[in-house]
């Protein structure tokens, strides 16, 4: 059986490489399509397959200014040749389902997000681009949905990361998803006992606006409540810095290790964004401790209120606040981090294998190595 895997791009490893990874884990002699790519910045066990870039990846400056190419990446996808391979997997969250696939291949979309840029999110995004960009977003936005919900009638099947996702596919693509949860790495996090964790509680991630840092540092502002704040970049981190008072602690972009024990160490995590899926609750409920988020996207299918976190509607810094004291009344915060662990135990690697894999087989389609007989 040949394979090939469409990713939107490859110019670091997120999450959605994670995915990709996992996807290679399964399938080690898969064949890489991708927009663009930079071996340098990815894993070893990406490096191992061999990757074809589309026509965009020999254009000027792709590597680097690759989303200014999007409106080209749509043809660039039609014209890869996939003749002779027997399944076609793409990751989406930029172009990369509308391939066009040979009639007996089968097409499996797993989806990350449908382009935020495009739909639910233009108006944030073009808000916030420059002159240049914002025109061209008016000019290439509106082919570029009519490709996007066009291209969706190719795939065979929908997979999306969370429930928040399937409902934007029925949404936007008018397609049903089936919800197979990313995996999450939660091995890699060790939880402290009963009674290990301090006062301080913990924001991380990068720095985005979509991630609301600004509602965290105002909210521990008017709390009076300690609160650490990991991520970059550093001209955002310097910038609400400026702002903060002395309870919020800045310490940047930090190595693993004082990720991981931050996670472990906090009275709980902050999350006032909306994401798609969002790794960080599962990796704080890995860790032990519990999470205080929005109630909106991801975390809904991982966050069980009043059990491994707190849940709030309100996404204002009242909001937040009022979140913070409810929870400190609600004595959560001294819950047994073992419950929180095997919480999170649950969107482990193993669990995203077996459910693409059942995905498969459903088609008639068994990897090899991970058949009846293997299994026994």
């Known amino acids: 059986m040949r394979v090939a895997i469409i990713h939107y791009w ?97 097409h499996i979309c797993y989806t990350h997000s449908p382009m935020r840029y495009l739909w639910d999110q233009y108006h944030t995004y073009r808000r916030g681009a420059g002159l240049l ?40 693509w008018r397609r049903e998803a ?15 006992p009963r009674g290990g964790h301090e006062a301080f509680y913990l924001w991380c991630g990068e720095l985005a606006p979509y991630k609301r840092p600004d509602v965290a540092i105002a909210a521990f502002a008017a709390l009076g409540l300690p609160l650490v704040v990991i991520g970059g970049p550093e001209k955002t981190r310097a910038r609400l810095a400026r702002g903060a008072p002395a309870n919020v602690t800045f310490l940047g972009k930090v190595s693993f290790e004082v990720l991981r024990d931050h996670l472990a160490r906090c009275k709980a995590l902050i999350f006032p964004g909306e994401e798609d899926f969002g790794i960080v609750p599962v990796e704080a409920m890995a860790s032990g401790r519990p999470v205080i988020a929005y109630g909106r996207g991801g975390v809904c299918d991982t966050v069980i209120h009043g059990k491994t976190g707190w849940l709030y509607a309100d996404p204002s810094v009242a909001g937040l606040v009022d979140a913070v004291r409810e929870f400190e009344a609600s004595g959560l915060a001294d819950c047994d981090p073992a419950v929180l662990a095997a919480h999170a135990a649950r969107f482990d690697e193993a669990a995203f294998r077996d459910g693409l894999i059942r995905v498969l087989a459903a088609h008639g389609v068994v990897p090899e190595g991970h058949g009846a007989a293997a299994d026994d």
């Open 178 to 192: 089936e919800v197979l949860h990313p995996p999450c790495d939660v091995v890699a996090f060790t939880p402290l």
């Open 10 to 106: 490859l110019v670091g490893m997120r999450g959605g490489e994670k995915v990709l990874e996992a996807i290679c884990r399964i399938f080690p002699d898969a064949d890489i399509y991708t927009h663009v790519a930079d071996p340098a910045k990815l894993s070893d066990v990406l490096r191992r397959h061999r990757i074809i870039e589309t026509s965009v990846g020999r254009l000027p400056y792709a590597r680097r200014f690759y989303q200014a190419y999007l409106p080209l990446m749509p043809a660039a996808l039609e014209r890869l040749d996939l003749a002779g391979y027997d399944l076609v997997i793409s990751s989406e969250a930029g172009p990369a389902k509308g391939v066009i696939v040979p009639p007996e291949a089968l």
């Open 133 to 172: 960009s914002r025109m061209a977003m008016s000019v290439f936005a509106p082919s570029l949905r009519i490709w996007d919900v066009t291209s969706a009638a190719r795939v065979d099947h929908f997979l999306a990361n969370s429930t928040h996702v399937a409902n934007r596919i029925r949404k936007y």
